[in-house]
């Protein structure tokens, strides 16, 4: 038995797995239909999808005068935030556990040497007039098994 799946349904499921708090299927199943999605959609960027996915974490931004960084954690209250961004020198810190939720959800695919780049990008439009002049990824990880230089 076939079925017929719309252009529209699709679009949703996308935009369903991106906004969700709670995965509604495999990181496996859900790149597959966004690399398909990607492919099948020339004015669809990865990053948009990236963009979108990070907007839905719904980041708490905390800034800290004394450390001199703007944090972006999940909660107030979170031990650790995911993305840390240093003032003074512009440096973006992105947790490892954030790279890895957004590599499975896009699957290891090409995307996967840009995705440090599009975080920072996102970071910098969500506090204007900072710029981003690097980034790097800090947490416990094989990086032999994480390779996103």
């Known amino acids: 038995m076939k079925l017929l799946i719309t252009e529209s349904s699709i679009d949703k499921l996308v935009y369903k797995i991106l906004n969700s708090k709670v995965k509604i299927m495999p990181d496996e199943n859900a790149s597959k239909i966004i690399k398909a999605y990607l492919n099948n959609n020339e004015n669809v960027s ?28 999940e909660s107030p209250n979170d031990n650790i935030a995911k993305i840390a961004y240093s003032t003074p020198d512009g440096w973006c810190h992105i947790h490892v556990d954030l790279i890895t939720k957004i590599r499975n959800m896009f699957g ?14 996102w970071v910098e439009s969500k506090i204007p007039g ?15 098994e994480l390779d996103m230089t």
Not at 62 to 70: A, H, P, T, W
Not at 130 to 144: C, K, N, P, Q
């Open 46 to 73: 990865i990053e948009e999808l990236i963009f979108i996915k990070l907007d839905s974490y719904r980041f708490e931004i905390i800034e800290s005068e004394l450390l001199d960084k703007i944090f972006f954690a």
């Open 108 to 121: 290891d695919t090409e995307y996967k040497l840009q995705i440090k780049k599009i975080i920072s990008d």
């Open 130 to 144: 900072w710029r981003v002049r690097d980034a790097e990824i800090e947490g416990l990880f094989d990086d032999r």
